[in-house]
């Protein structure tokens, strides 16, 4: 398909989350891409320019960039700025524990739109998952990001074992000049299901929570926002996605946003995490036609309510949640259509 015949397809790419390497300072117990070593062949400097030549001509407003860790790839200065000297916005999702001032000067020169810094809790909570020290260097990546004017967001992925201690790190998060704070479920894939990470947590109490302090405009003072994961028609649902009155409306991926990983294998989701849900690879096609295939993303595009299972079956919104996030559906719930950390009938409590 040529860019002229693309500019009339349904299906319009906006968002983007790109992988850019495995190769990371940790090997946490619950990292769902399993984020260590970097993978053999990852793409290099020229192959990535050319990936964001593609996404920005195909209309992409926005890439967050990922590891492993972005910073442990030597050339990220060269990927990011093959975005912003394109006109697409760049964040970066990082652990903070490589951040310097080198890297903040980049960071500042390149234009970044902002830093997300992965933080779980308290430190002991951080600290037990990762390693001994890696919550003062994430705590001390917050300060230095938004001493020099950063926007900084914190990313926290709820377990059995911090879901109960939101409130508490809530206290922590207040003292430094974040503008969000995004919380979302930890799926049970790659070392979290290796390791056996319990990631039951009540999504009930955490919606009422983040419902709560939205209601609070004296006491917060950043965004809170739950992920796509956790959800979904609560009574709270307007008030919890971060901006009031923006409510969920079903799984994007392969609809408006796209995954790519290191070695240019291209997904609807980058949680999506299962070589099934591979749509191709960038080093055999281009990324138009892997977009705009027949068949690609079939599973969001030739959605229809008879797909949904359990709960979701019966349930008067399924129409417009479609079942909730495709990829913690399938490594939860073995489908793609039945979440079951719907808030909706149950409290919230996955089992």
């Known amino acids: 398909m040529t860019l002229r015949e693309y500019q009339k397809f349904p299906y319009r790419l906006d968002s983007c989350v ?32 050319d990936v964001s030549r593609q996404l920005a001509e195909m209309g992409c407003r926005r890439v967050s960039l990922i590891g492993g860790e972005v910073f442990m790839r030597k050339d990220w200065e060269s990927i990011v700025y093959g975005l912003t000297s394109r006109g697409v916005r760049a964040c970066i999702i990082t ?37 001994k020290g890696s919550y003062k260097r994430a705590i001390s990546a917050l300060e230095v990001l938004t001493q020099n004017g ?34 979302q479920a930890c799926s049970p894939m790659g070392n979290a299901a290796e390791n056996g990470v319990d ?9 009422r929570f983040v419902a709560e302090r939205a209601n609070d405009r004296a006491e917060r003072t950043f965004y809170i926002g739950i992920a796509d994961n956790i959800g979904y028609y609560t009574p709270e649902e307007n008030m919890i996605r971060g901006v009031r009155g923006f409510t969920f409306s079903g799984c994007s991926a392969g609809l408006t946003s796209l995954g790519i990983d290191s070695v240019g294998n291209v997904r609807g989701c980058e949680s999506m995490y299962d070589p099934r ?43 417009i949640c479609a079942g909730g996030c495709r990829s913690y559906n399938w490594f939860t719930a073995g489908g793609l259509y039945e979440n079951i950390l719907c808030a909706r009938q149950d409290g919230g409590m996955s089992n």
């Open 199 to 207: 990631v039951r947590f009540d999504a009930g109490r955490v919606i």
């Open 18 to 49: 790109w992988e850019v390497t495995l190769q990371c300072c940790f090997r946490c117990t619950y990292c769902g891409s399993s984020g260590g070593k970097a993978r053999p062949n990852e793409l290099s400097t020229e192959e990535c320019d």
């Open 277 to 319: 849900f591979n749509e191709g690879n960038l080093r055999e096609k281009p990324l138009i036609d892997i977009w705009t295939g027949d068949n690609a993303f079939a599973y969001n595009r030739k959605f229809s309510e008879e797909m949904l299972t359990g709960r979701c079956r019966d349930c008067p919104l399924g129409h």
């Open 150 to 183: 950063i926007h900084t967001s914190v990313i926290s992925a709820l377990r059995a074992d911090n879901a109960p201690r939101i409130e508490e790190f809530y206290g922590i998060l207040k003292e430094y000049p974040i503008f969000a704070w995004q919380i």
């Open 95 to 131: 652990n903070g524990f490589t951040m310097t001032q080198q890297i903040i000067q980049s960071l500042k020169k390149l234009d970044v739109e902002s830093v997300a810094v992965s933080i779980d809790g308290p430190e002991d909570v951080h600290d037990a998952f990762r390693q």
